[in-house]
Structures are given as C-alpha cells and as structure tokens.
C-alpha cells in the first residue's frame, strides 16, 4: 500500500491541521519503519497513528498530547546517558503509551501480531 495521504491525514487528525505540511509529509514517509505490508488492511491506519503519535511526541498540533509535550519542564538534561529529567510528570511517559495515538498504534499492532519496537 502507498504512504497515506496528506489529506487522508488531516481528515482523520484535524488536530494537525496547524502543523507544517512537510513535516506531516516527512513522518508519514518514516512510517514503513514500523508498519509494513504484514498489516495488510490496517497499514494505512496504523501509519497514520504512527505518524500522529510522533508528531505528538514533538509537541505539534492542537490536541491534548502535543500539549502535554509543549508544557512538559525540563530541568535537566544529561548528554551521555540522555537523561531527561522533568518538573513534573508531563514527560514522565515512555513510548507508545505516551500520547493516545501511540496507545491506539500498539493496541492495533498487537491485534494483528505485529513485532512491536518501542519510540521515545
């Protein structure tokens, strides 16, 4: 199956409506790297979470995770161990379980057998 849309995309996540179109293009190009053609009729969905789930990660668009991202307080940050360290457990989520997108991403990956490889 091809790359999703951009349009696709933005049907589905309006929420990312805000957020450089290239970028959204960028992430949805990295999906393969997680989902691949074993999805069969839950690629293009489990692309699109994918792509959701990282974009929110980086603290892009409206919705509730990329906002959590955006408030998160970094104290610290210690280079060789990349340590990160919060004022408060805004960050303090690892991997998918960290934004509702990646939640929905695992849950589909699980449902269909799918190896899972964890992103921060």
């Known amino acids: 199956m091809a790359q999703?849309?951009?349009?696709?995309?933005?049907?589905?996540?309006?929420?990312?409506?805000?957020?450089?179109?290239?970028?959204?293009?960028?992430?949805?190009?990295?999906?393969p790297i997680y989902v691949d053609a074993s999805w069969e009729e839950t690629e293009?969905?489990?692309?699109?979470?994918?792509?959701?789930?990282?974009?929110?990660?980086?603290?892009?668009?409206?919705?509730?995770?990329?906002?959590?991202?955006?408030?998160?307080?970094?104290?610290?940050?210690?280079?060789?161990?990349h340590k990160v360290v919060y004022a408060d457990d805004a960050g303090a989520e690892k991997g998918f379980n960290s934004t509702l997108y990646g939640q929905q991403f695992e849950t589909l990956a699980n449902r269909i057998g799918a190896a899972m490889v964890s992103v921060l």
Do not use: W
């Not at 849309?5 to 999906?31: K, M, N, Q, T, Y």
């Not at 668009?61 to 906002?67: E, I, L």
């Not at 998160?72 to 940050?77: C, G, H, N, Y």
């Open 44 to 81: 293009e969905l489990g692309s699109m979470l994918y792509a959701a789930h990282s974009l929110a990660l980086q603290g892009q668009g409206d919705g509730p995770a990329s906002q959590k991202q955006k408030n998160a307080s970094v104290t610290s940050i210690t280079s060789g161990s």
């Open 4 to 31: 999703p849309s951009l349009s696709g995309f933005l049907a589905r996540f309006p929420e990312f409506g805000c957020v450089d179109h290239a970028l959204i293009i960028s992430v949805l190009a990295e999906a």
